[in-house]
């Protein structure tokens, strides 16, 4: 059967993120790692495919093209709307790149008009008379102020976009989202009529998104953060429901594989070691040094890993997760960049040992780590299921082999410290 939605992100965490809010409003979802290569089959059982694409930094012509690559995919599948996603806290600089990514789909699908939201209130970003607040403060007092790749220092949004885009950009201000979608659209056709292409969308509350979500129910293109998915599955009449999240049973070994250095993780780390389960420590001096780290690992995973009377083992943990101290020490020795790559490297190699030795349930740490396991599991795409945490879902993925994994993928500073536990016992219970 055909999609319904089709939805091209801008970065892996995020197309999870969205992917997580339509399921939980209904829709079954597969998220796909990058556009499938030509010849690669337009068929996929779901009601929404999300591409995960690394656009969001890269020069506005990559991005550009990798996005309407996606939308060629996504169109031969059938999907009736497409759906651009970027950062709640709008992540981009003059050059783009979500102007012109936009520009560009509105070009390809033949549309004079789209809309433009951020707004996810239920992760405190809002959007008031245009200006993006993140939780109390304006966008622009935010730490986005400083960060290192889109310093965002204007919480104006319609003249943000306006600085990435050839089209008028406009405001649909929150007079007309709080009345109703009627006067959504009312105020959409009275922009059209001034020569507005893009509209940056009030929303305050979940209430407003879902009024938007029902007034853009025939445009070709929206373009927004994870939030406005709470108000489009309706459109076709889907409701929540369980069974959207519905993933093959789980079977096999658990592990943890963490290589995050966030706080959130580090927490996470120590509640486990706290437990007393089986832990190992990837020290990046120690492969610095040129010694099997990788391989000693999987030795102390096949000691740890064998079945039990309780069913398949684990969770046995894998980490390179320091105090923020220790990782400097480390940096200041082998270089930043030098020390991510060795680590990532390594945890790689763990995990597809890992899964030779049979481990089909495997929670990632770390949002770049995430990326380096699931490439070199040789994993495509992932069919969402139940949320553990706020953006964060069980997934299941098909192994090159043809076998389930069973895998979250957990970005930094996401989840409370009992997350690595809780979420196979999640697993469990949603398997019953
Ligand atoms: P997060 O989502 O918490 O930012 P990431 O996986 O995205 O986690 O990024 C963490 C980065 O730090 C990765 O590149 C990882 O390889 C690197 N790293 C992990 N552990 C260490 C360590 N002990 N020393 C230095 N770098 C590390």
Same mark, same amino acid.
């Given at each position: 059967?055909? +999609?319904?939605?089709?939805?091209?992100?801008?970065?892996?965490? %995020?197309?999870?993120?969205?992917? *997580?809010?339509?399921?939980?409003?209904?829709?079954?979802?597969?998220?796909?790692?990058?556009?499938?290569?030509?010849?690669?089959?337009?068929?996929?059982?779901?009601?929404?495919?999300? +591409?995960?694409?690394? /656009?969001?930094?890269?020069?506005?012509?990559?991005?550009?093209?990798?996005?309407?690559?996606? @939308?060629?995919?996504?169109?031969?599948?059938?999907?009736?709307?497409?759906?651009?996603?970027?950062? /709640?806290?709008?992540?981009?600089?003059?050059?783009?790149?979500?102007?012109?990514?936009?520009?560009?789909?509105?070009?390809?699908?033949?549309?004079?008009?789209?809309?433009?939201?951020?707004?996810?209130?239920?992760?405190?970003?809002?959007?008031?008379?245009?200006?993006?607040?993140?939780?109390? $403060? @304006?966008?622009?007092? /935010?730490?986005? &102020?400083?960060?290192?790749?889109?310093?965002?220092?204007?919480?104006?949004?319609?003249? $943000?976009?306006?600085?990435?885009?050839?089209?008028? $950009?406009?405001?649909?201000?929150?007079?007309?989202?709080?009345?109703?979608?009627?006067?959504?659209?009312? &105020?959409?056709?009275? @922009?059209? &009529?001034?020569?507005?292409?893009?509209?940056?969308?009030?929303?305050?509350? *979940?209430?407003? !998104?879902?009024? !938007?979500?029902?007034?853009?129910?025939?445009?070709?293109?929206?373009?927004?953060?994870?939030?406005?998915?709470?108000?489009?599955?309706? *459109?076709?009449?889907?409701?929540?429901?369980?069974?959207?999240?519905?993933?093959?049973?789980?079977?096999?070994?658990?592990?943890?594989?963490?290589?995050?250095?966030?706080?959130?993780?580090?927490?996470?780390?120590?509640?486990? @070691? &706290?437990?007393?389960?089986?832990?190992?420590?990837?020290?990046?001096?120690? +492969?610095?040094?040129?010694?099997?780290?990788?391989?000693?690992?999987?030795?102390?995973?096949?000691?740890?890993?064998?079945?039990?009377?309780?069913?398949?083992?684990?969770?046995?943990?894998?980490? /390179?997760?320091?105090?923020?101290?220790?990782?400097?020490?480390?940096?200041?020795?082998?270089?930043?960049?030098?020390? %991510?790559?060795?680590?990532?490297?390594?945890?790689?190699?763990?995990?597809?040992?890992?899964?030779?030795?049979? $481990?089909?349930?495997?929670?990632?740490?770390?949002?770049?780590?995430? %990326?380096?396991?699931?490439?070199?599991?040789?994993?495509? %795409?992932?069919?969402?299921?139940?949320? +553990?945490?706020?953006?964060?879902?069980?997934?299941?993925?098909?192994?090159?082999?043809?076998?389930?994994?069973?895998?979250?993928?957990?970005?930094?500073?996401?989840?409370?410290?009992?997350?690595?536990?809780?979420?196979?016992?999640?697993?469990?219970?949603?398997?019953?």
């Amino acid at each position: 059967m055909a +999609i319904r939605l089709g939805c091209v992100a801008d970065d892996f965490t %995020g197309a999870t993120d969205l992917a *997580n809010n339509l399921v939980r409003a209904g829709m079954r979802v597969v998220q796909l790692i990058d556009v499938p290569p030509d010849g690669g089959e337009a068929a996929v059982d779901a009601d929404a495919v999300v +591409i995960a694409l690394k /656009s969001r930094t890269v020069p506005a012509a990559d991005a550009v093209e990798a996005s309407l690559r996606a @939308l060629s995919w996504l169109r031969s599948a059938g999907a009736e709307q497409i759906y651009f996603k970027y950062c /709640s806290t709008f992540d981009s600089t003059p050059a783009g790149n979500i102007g012109p990514v936009t520009e560009a789909l509105m070009d390809a699908l033949d549309t004079d008009f789209t809309i433009a939201t951020p707004a996810f209130p239920d992760n405190g970003r809002t959007v008031f008379k245009g200006h993006l607040f993140v939780g109390d $403060v @304006l966008l622009s007092e /935010s730490g986005m &102020r400083h960060h290192p790749l889109t310093p965002m220092a204007d919480p104006h949004l319609v003249s $943000v976009l306006g600085a990435q885009s050839t089209r008028a $950009v406009g405001l649909i201000d929150h007079t007309a989202v709080a009345h109703g979608s009627e006067a959504i659209r009312a &105020r959409i056709d009275e @922009l059209r &009529r001034q020569g507005i292409g893009i509209a940056i969308a009030d929303a305050v509350s *979940n209430d407003d !998104l879902l009024r !938007l979500g029902a007034a853009v129910r025939d445009m070709p293109l929206v373009t927004a953060g994870s939030g406005l998915a709470i108000g489009l599955p309706a *459109n076709w009449g889907f409701t929540p429901s369980s069974a959207a999240a519905q993933l093959p049973p789980p079977s096999g070994h658990r592990a943890i594989i963490s290589g995050s250095v966030s706080a959130a993780t580090n927490e996470q780390v120590a509640e486990f @070691l &706290r437990s007393g389960r089986p832990a190992f420590s990837v020290d990046p001096l120690r +492969i610095a040094a040129g010694e099997d780290v990788a391989g000693e690992a999987l030795a102390f995973g096949a000691a740890h890993l064998a079945d039990g009377p309780g069913g398949p083992g684990g969770p046995v943990l894998f980490h /390179s997760t320091e105090t923020p101290e220790a990782v400097r020490a480390v940096q200041s020795r082998l270089g930043a960049v030098e020390a %991510g790559a060795l680590v990532e490297r390594a945890l790689a190699r763990v995990a597809q040992g890992l899964v030779a030795h049979g $481990v089909r349930r495997i929670v990632v740490a770390g949002g770049e780590t995430s %990326g380096a396991v699931v490439r070199a599991l040789g994993i495509t %795409g992932l069919r969402i299921g139940p949320q +553990i945490d706020p953006g964060v879902p069980w997934c299941a993925a098909a192994l090159p082999g043809g076998d389930t994994l069973h895998i979250a993928l957990k970005s930094g500073n996401f989840g409370g410290p009992g997350f690595f536990t809780d979420s196979f016992a999640l697993l469990d219970r949603e398997a019953r």
